[in-house]
């Protein structure tokens, strides 16, 4: 029996797809720049199957590819362009909510289950699953956790990493880890978990998660305000902080990024006139309705003002308007793709370095590639800012690309001098190999290849993807 047919048998004939035209969306990521196509995507509809995938591919020595939602931005979902053939392992079937548990703030989901399923599952027992991002109708848990995904509220409740209380996991060799406890105390020895959080499948295949849930947010206000530059901008971050309420969003953006938004979506109002540098997106929130919290942004915004920090603000009237704000930031990046091509990065720094960051990124860009636009936008408060260099109108991506090879790494050196990281909450994938290979710690990248040869001798699991190659 072939191997193909073995698997078929495993999990089931129609869920194991080999004809072009039923693989052609599993071939390619999100950005359209990382195209191959596998062996066979598997679709397994429980983690017995799951398990028994693992191990036929192991004994058959094929790679595997765990995808979940398919909207990462590095290529690590899909198989390797130009490597061995590969399985696609979808988890879009392992797709249940199987516990929520209100009074221990926690539920279990599997790691199929879309992003906004897990939110509206919390919800619906007057709980929150505060992880949110332009994504979240199609992102899924294990993607998210294999990326260690960040989005608009890290400044208040963290990356993923923060949010997984623990993990069921197939090793390569078909094992199941079961670790899903929910407790909040265990010092017993290694947590595992945080070795699967961010490794983007190479070292195993998450299954499910438990997941720590909060207090819904009653009394949320949103603002938008024009700042005069990224200095005031971080001097309002502080303001805002200290402004009585939880700070649970704070989004900087350049003005490029508002014009590029005006010229893409025209259904979008936008809330001030396009006459300063920069603009914040600025949200305050309290678990319990009676907080004053619209009193105590006004406040902080008139103190704003007044000290030169913000040059104009228009808070959100009405809740349809807030999500309209909302629209403009989230929409961003499928603006950028119609906007046409771009070099794109993924860095934070220290919140206190995002000025000077900003500043040598634009003057080092300027001066290599002055026809380039640099478009700024993220989440401030956390310091990890997408800085993008937009080709001039008319250029082709392949192009754009050949011209201004090496933009990406200049930004990344830049994060990186300033004790940041070259990559924030993207992941690695195949895009981000050279940034590894050349600015990561040479005593990490060997620890990360002892585990990785420990978990997955055979190099079975998503290779290529993450470890740049000796």
Known sequence: MSMLNALAEAIGPRSCLTTPEEMAAYAVDWRGTSRAMPLAVLKPGTVAEVSAAMRLASEAGIPVVPAGGRTGLAGAAVAR?????????????????????????????????????????????????????????????????GTNAGGIRTIRWGNARELVLGLEIVLA????????????????????????????????????????????????????????????????????????????????MNRLCLEMVARHGPQLRLPLP????????????????????????????????????????????????????????????????????????????????????????????????????????????DGNIHVSLKAPPGMTHADWVARAAGADMLVNEIATSLGGSFSAEHGIGTSKLHAMQALKDPLALELMRRIKATLDPQGIMNPGKVLPSN
Request: with cysteine; aromatic share 6%; glycine share 8%.
């Open 81 to 145: 362009p130009g490597g061995p053939p590969s399985l696609v392992l979808s988890l879009e079937r392992l797709n249940r909510i199987r516990d929520v548990d209100a009074r221990d703030f926690s539920l279990v989901a599997e790691a199929g289950c879309v992003i906004q399923q897990v939110q509206q599952a919390a919800l619906a027992v007057d709980r929150l699953f505060p992880i949110a991002w332009g994504a979240q109708g199609t992102a899924q848990v294990g993607g998210m956790l």
């Open 173 to 252: 060799d078909g094992r199941v880890l079961n670790d899903l406890r929910r407790v909040r105390k265990d010092n017993s020895g290694y947590a595992l978990r945080h070795l699967f959080i961010g490794a983007e499948g190479t070292l195993g295949v998450i299954t499910a998660a438990a997941l720590r849930l909060v207090p819904p947010m009653r009394a949320v206000e949103t603002a938008f305000l024009a700042v005069p530059s990224p200095d005031a901008a971080l001097s309002l971050l502080g303001r805002m902080q200290g402004a009585g309420a939880e700070l649970i969003a704070f989004e900087l």
């Open 274 to 381: 396009l006459e300063s540098p920069w603009y914040v997106m600025v949200e305050l929130a309290a678990p319990h309705p009676a907080v004053p919290v619209r009193a105590m942004l006004e406040t902080a915004l008139e103190a704003a003002l007044e000290s030169g920090e913000c040059t104009d603000a228009v808070p959100a009237e009405s809740e349809a308007q807030r999500l309209a704000f909302w629209r403009i930031r989230e929409d961003f990046p499928e603006f950028g793709r119609m906007d046409g091509p771009s070099i794109p990065t993924d860095t934070a720094v220290p919140v206190s370095a995002v000025p000077e960051f900003l500043a040598r990124t634009e003057a080092a860009l300027a001066e290599r590639w002055p026809e380039g636009r640099m478009f700024a936008i993220g989440h401030a408060g």
